[in-house]
């Protein structure tokens, strides 16, 4: 490839709108142009770079035995309407009618088009197992698309889906889709993570993300550095603690705390340590008729120690909430509080009767004695609380908060550590869950039929290059690993448009390293040195031989690994061997 016949647009400023290094670098290199929010179109410099992803990716798909097909963008309505999800989904799944006033979906995932396909074609045992995958376009209605293509609304992405006849086999389908994805992550040469995941909207009982380490990274990872524990904020459970509840040392006291209203104010006030306060949580469930409208609704208060953060996640599994939850409205929490946020707290609510208040505490406070809560009136707190003495045990006690770094491992070693990441691959077990809703069902060896046992695994495709950059930059731009770079080595002529010499050697080493399955490219645009070295510093091309009349006297090239701050001389005729030695052929 010559520059010169290529596309190469860079800007030596980002958008202002570019919030995060790879938004703003894949912007100014080239990479890709904006065409509305969250909507962007790939540049001949971005197409590269995504072109080699998905190579990688097919050739560890199809080594894994899955089969490629594809599936289309635009879906009919009514499959959604089978599994719920058409009205489950909300706002990011994009509706559309056709002329026919017919309902259809801009997909954002295929799950209950590839049903539809196993349900009219594998009727047999005989044909399972099967892995189909597609890589595809997709949509996401984002509330507030950013950060380039990290939180982008249209977005490429591979997705299979497996198909096995029991449990047993879907599990092995589920570990061949796992030792896939780590070597498809091993060639892209990032350093990432696997980590135990919630399924989310897609469902299912066992889930992976695989996320690459970033400092910028939107997602918190949890990891044992003593053991292989790994889990997503969401995921990583937050152990019961050890020691026993504390006995009461303090006489309940109502304490006048005028204007402060969080834990952190009240801590600083009473000159006490913020892990002694309680903040309170009002969620509400809704009682609907078959009409779907509201009948009834349950108040819920949840305590959690001052210093710690909700996790909705957990907080959608305790029973009672698991079914939906909402915040209490403030005229909510006015009738069964008689009080503002800022204020609430436990001791003294109705638990029976029209205004009864169900309480489940984290795991963390039903141990402790002598905490500090709101009173149910503006500019008061409680000190001194203790379980069974100032109000009753908790309907319910569970895990409802995030862990922070210093909490005990759940596999019992050591203690945890947060650090961050980018997710560009997921993996779900889902079971029976859509070809029981969808009816897609084979005959096994009795004769009867039974539902399929699925499982379904993406990988970001359009995403990976944000996080690679985001992983892998310095001050002058992008730093590409070998695998993924839109190019693997850039010839730099100084001069080619005045020197014979130059040119000639500059052509014949391009034509040379091409003949050995070099991905390379010659910059012939006659460019300034300073332009041109920007240029390609820029897009971060790991591998460059610059070529110069002088150094050419010499019988030398000069080449520079993109992470280097200064060249090294080779040989002109020892250039291919010195290259194959970098692991560059």
């Not at 509080?337 to 489940?360: C, D, M, N, T």
């Not at 001050?475 to 130059?502: H, K, N």
Request: hydrophobic fraction near 40%.
């Amino acid at each position: 490839m010559k520059a010169s016949t290529f596309f190469i647009s860079t800007y030596k400023e980002a958008p202002a709108d570019a919030e995060v290094i790879s938004h703003q670098l894949m912007m100014r290199a080239g990479l890709i142009r904006r065409v509305s929010a969250g909507i962007y179109t790939y540049m001949p410099m971005g197409l590269r770079v995504l072109h080699k992803v998905q190579a990688i990716v097919r050739e560890e798909m199809n080594r894994a035995g899955a089969v490629e097909m594809s599936m289309p963008m635009v879906q009919p309505g009514e499959l959604w309407q089978e599994t719920g999800r058409f009205e489950k989904m909300g706002p990011e799944l994009l509706r559309v009618l056709d002329r026919h006033g017919r309902d259809f979906v801009i997909q954002p995932t295929s799950e209950e088009v590839v049903t539809d396909v196993a349900r009219n074609e594998l009727r047999s045992y005989k044909q399972l197992p099967v892995n189909f995958y597609q890589i595809q376009t997709k949509f996401r209605d984002e509330r507030r698309p950013r950060f380039g293509l990290m939180r982008g609304r249209e977005f490429i992405m591979k997705d299979a889906y497996s198909f096995d006849k029991d449990v047993a086999g879907a599990q092995r389908s589920y570990e061949g889709m796992r030792q896939a994805y780590r070597n498809i992550f091993d060639r892209f040469g990032l350093r990432y993570r696997a980590v135990a995941a919630d399924s989310g909207a897609i469902g299912g009982d066992l889930s992976e993300e695989f996320q690459v380490i970033a400092a910028t990274g939107e997602d918190a990872i949890i990891y044992a550095p003593e053991s292989d524990y790994a889990a997503n904020l969401e995921k990583a459970e937050a152990l019961a603690p050890q020691q026993p509840r504390a006995a009461a040392s303090a006489a309940l006291q109502k304490t006048p705390t005028p204007g402060k209203s969080t834990c952190a104010d009240v801590a600083e006030l009473l000159g006490v340590p913020l892990q002694r306060t309680v903040k309170s949580l009002v969620l509400a469930t809704d009682e609907l008729d078959e009409q779907g409208t509201v009948v009834g609704t349950q108040i819920w208060l949840l305590l959690l120690r001052g210093d710690h953060d909700m996790n909705e996640i957990k907080v959608g599994k305790v029973p009672g909430l698991d079914a939906g939850f909402r915040f209490a409205s403030e005229a909510e929490i006015a009738a069964h509080f008689g009080s503002k946020p800022g204020y609430l707290g436990p001791v003294g609510l109705g638990r029976e009767g029209a205004r009864a208040v169900k309480i489940v505490a984290d795991r963390e406070v039903a141990v402790m004695g002598d905490w500090i809560c709101g009173a149910n009136e503006p500019d008061f707190h409680y000190t001194g609380v203790n379980w069974g003495r100032d109000l009753p045990e908790p309907d319910q006690v569970a895990d409802l908060r995030n862990v922070v770094a210093g909490d005990l491992s759940p596999d019992g070693k050591g203690v945890l550590a947060v650090e961050r990441g980018i997710e560009v691959g997921h993996i779900f077990y889902l079971g029976t869950k859509y070809s029981q809703a969808m009816g897609a069902t084979f005959l096994d060896e009795d004769g009867k039929p039974r539902c399929f046992e699925m499982g379904c695994y993406g990988i970001g495709i359009s995403r990976l290059p944000a996080a690679a950059i985001e992983q892998n930059h310095d001050e002058r731009g992008i730093i590409w690993p070998d695998a993924i770079a839109p190019f693997t080595l850039v010839i730099c002529p100084i001069g080619m448009d005045r020197s014979e010499a130059v040119r000639e050697a500059a052509e014949k080493l391009h034509a040379e390293l091409l003949a050995n399955g070099v991905d390379v490219i010659l910059d012939d645009r006659g460019e300034r040195p300073g332009a041109m070295f920007a240029d390609w510093e820029l897009i971060g091309v790991p591998h460059r031989v610059v070529i110069s009349e002088r150094n050419l006297k010499e019988g030398q090239v000069e080449y520079q690994h993109r992470r280097q701050t200064s060249a090294e001389r080779v040989t002109l005729g020892n250039v291919t061997a010195f290259l194959q030695e970098r692991g560059v052929l």
